[in-house]
């Protein structure tokens, strides 16, 4: 793929007379103005025969969407002649058949077009001068000397050549965050582009984004001053607190994957999108918007309400960006949405899975900081103990704010510390659960302590990182949440503490290739149900809101944005636990519109009865208020076939079962049924009246 061109040594290996294919969009000339030199000069130097092939392109005609695999594979064989080219291709479409037979006759078809459209490969003449072609100087950048010479080094796949030494510093594991963003990879094929005259600035696009590489800022008239584009690049930004600004939504061209789920959220003007897809070589220069946005443009967080509303919500820095997840993917919008909302002060648990892999695998961390240097404190541990992981976490910060507190008490009392550190030693106790005022308390306090210089102040700033009020966040699949480390998860909840879960459903182990989870619903197929599962979903939250005491939501982004938000709001002001199960569209799925539908596969799940939404919050009860809510519309159940039938996991049974399928689509939607009507009756329950007397 080109994109790896100047990524990684993508001739080692490659011996003399040897053969290269590439998969890139460059044809003839231009595909050699752009080879980098020491690529030529080693072609030329050791007689290389060079081939290329425009997979990417093939892929996107046949319906592949951006599997190119099938087409370089007969790309090869057609090449190579390591076996007679006739019977490569027969036994390769003897294997799609067995591979994906199951999956319905249009995906081996496709498969099959792939394999067919392998011999459109061209030759590239190799030009003998290449030979004596200098290597070109490295880029000169102001990157940080830890990406430059630990991180670049794994990414190209030579950190087997750093010395021990060069981690003098790190001997604990911990690492530098957000290395993500120094990555800059390329691959997506399709980008978006931001057509300005059709936006209307809901930020819904944003919002979405599983690698937050689109965002929209807000620039005052100095920033526009400097800025690389004009007035014909941005739009009055609306709102009173944004008067006489402008506002652009940019677009990280160099992180997106290019799934589209932005295009297809976007409500445009008048019926006409505001987002458009593009080749990637097309909007290369609108990197500069926004590499100078990143890096000159104030956040504007501070003038709105970012837990106001979705549109305001993206007014906040995201903390966690362009992951390793899969195009598309369904989890990273909501790990994205919280640390927006709460990651300046967030610490994560989180248990072994796919968001343990995205959110942390050396040398890329997602998780960043914003300008004042604060971000996500992270750290992964296992299925199993998951959630008491993340409620030692939480437990010690307990520990640790006690401590703090007895500190402030000695700081009332003490003759040495000043009426104004008094004054903020109180203010402390009486509001020591809310972040916002014990962080502006830490960031007065601590200057004060240093210049009293008492006991007690030194005290307090032995232990100033733990003055403000820190949000404990534990995150797990549904294998860990409802299957390996739901016996861990039931007593973290029962605890009673003030923690919050966030469950990302995929209904399946997605990362450890696709088994069956106690939440995957009846009559889908995954691994250890191959013939569809013939047992219903567990009702995680309904379980855990027999406790009374735990705050449970379930959210599906795609269906209501609104009430993702909501949920995670009420989620993390409640005091006490908290679980929000989010439903996360994966490639497990084999959705058949592709992950780049992955909102509006959500936003069909709740229309037909698949999925609801809802929450229970314990602080209704209090005011003798109902607190469960059911925040589905009438599902329309006629579309519940039609949603399935849309889905591989549940499509494949009418190929591999029919007999069989009908009997299991139907159980799936009786238990669908009997799920809403069970949360219909809960919503409808009368609180704060006494049930009339028992009849004998």
């Not at 078809?109 to 290597?135: C, F, I, M």
């Not at 690389?228 to 940019?250: E, H, L, V, W």
């Not at 505001?274 to 926004?290: D, G, R």
Request: charged residues 25%; hydrophobic residues 40%.
């Amino acid at each position: 793929m080109q994109a790896y061109l100047h990524m990684y040594d993508v001739t080692r290996g490659l011996r003399k007379g040897g053969t290269f294919l590439l998969n890139t969009i460059w044809e003839g000339e231009e595909l050699a103005k752009n080879l980098p030199n020491k690529i030529k000069k080693y072609f030329a130097d050791n007689d290389i025969t060079v081939y290329y092939i425009n997979a990417t392109k093939i892929a996107q005609e046949i319906g592949l969407g951006n599997r190119t695999n099938t087409i370089l594979q007969s790309a090869f064989f057609r090449i190579t002649e390591v076996i007679p080219v006739d019977l490569a291709v027969e036994q390769m479409k003897k294997f799609i058949v067995k591979s994906y037979g199951k999956k319905g006759q249009d995906v081996v078809d496709k498969n099959y077009a792939a394999v067919d459209r392998g011999g459109e490969y061209k030759q590239l003449p190799v030009d003998k001068a290449w030979s004596s072609l200098a290597e070109e100087a490295a880029a000169a950048n102001n990157d940080p000397e830890f990406i430059n010479k630990i991180v670049r080094p794994i990414n190209a796949q030579d950190g087997d050549l750093l010395k021990v030494s060069d981690f003098v510093g790190r001997e604990d594991g911990t690492w530098e965050q957000g290395t993500a963003a120094y990555e800059k990879r390329g691959v997506a094929a399709f980008v978006p582009e931001w057509l300005e005259e059709n936006c209307i600035q809901c930020n819904k696009c944003a919002f979405v984004c599983p690698h937050a590489a689109i965002r929209p800022f807000v620039l005052d008239e100095k920033e526009m001053a400097a800025a690389p584009f004009g007035d014909d690049n941005t739009i009055p930004a609306i709102g009173k607190q944004f008067t006489g600004m402008r506002f652009i939504q940019s677009v990280d061209v160099l992180d997106c994957l290019g799934c589209g789920n932005c295009v297809l959220v976007c409500p445009g003007k008048k019926g006409v999108k505001a987002l458009e897809m593009k080749p990637l070589e097309t909007q290369l220069e609108v990197q500069n918007e926004w590499d100078f946005c990143v890096k000159e443009v104030a956040s504007k967080q501070d003038l709105v309400d970012i837990k106001s509303n979705v549109k305001n919500s993206q007014f906040a820095t995201p903390l966690f960006e362009f992951s390793g997840a899969c195009s598309g993917c369904g989890e990273t919008p909501y790990v994205k949405l919280i640390s927006q909302l709460y990651g300046d002060h967030e610490i994560v648990a989180n248990a072994t899975g796919c968001s343990s892999i995205y959110s942390g695998s050396v040398p890329s961390t997602p998780y960043t900081t914003n300008a004042k240097g604060q971000g996500v404190a992270w750290a992964n541990s296992l299925f199993e103990d998951f959630a008491e992981f993340g409620l030692g976490m939480s437990l010690a910060h307990e520990k640790l704010q006690a401590r703090i507190a007895g500190l402030m008490q000695q700081a009332l009392e003490c003759p040495s510390c000043s009426a104004e550190i008094k004054e903020l030693a109180g203010k402390w106790l009486e509001n020591r659960t809310d972040f916002t005022v014990t962080s502006e308390v830490a960031e007065k306090i601590v200057p004060l302590c240093e210049a009293c210089g008492c006991d007690v102040c030194k005290g307090i700033l032995a232990n100033k990182e733990h003055i403000a009020k820190r949000s404990q966040w534990i995150i797990a699949g549904d294998g860990a949440a409802y299957d390996i480390g739901f016996g861990g998860l039931d007593h973290v909840l029962a605890s009673n503490k003030n923690v919050n879960v966030l469950v990302l459903d995929t209904e399946v182990y997605s990362n450890t290739g696709g088994q069956s989870s106690k939440a995957t619903p009846i009559g889908a197929i995954a691994k250890f149900a191959a013939a569809g599962k013939r047992i219903r979903k567990k009702d995680l939250g309904l379980i855990a809101s027999t406790y009374g005491y735990v705050y449970v939501a379930q959210v599906a982004m795609g269906a209501d944005n609104a009430q993702t938000l909501k949920a995670l709001r009420e989620a993390e002001a409640y005091d006490g636990p908290s679980l929000v199960i989010a439903y996360s569209p994966c490639i497990n799925h084999g959705i058949r519109a592709g992950m780049g539908h992955a909102q509006e596969e959500q936003a069909k799940a709740v229309e037909c009865g698949y999925w609801h939404l809802w929450r229970y919050n314990p602080a209704l009860e209090e005011e003798g208020k109902n607190p469960f809510s059911l925040d589905s519309k009438e599902p329309q159940w006629d579309k519940f076939e039609d949603f399935l039938k849309g889905e591989v996991r549940y499509a494949s049974v009418m190929k591999q079962y029919p007999a069989e399928a009908a009997e299991l689509f139907a159980a799936a939607k009786e238990n669908a049924q009997w799920r809403y009507n069970n949360y219909r009756r809960l919503a409808q329950q009368q609180w704060g009246v006494e049930p009339a007397p028992e009849v004998k």
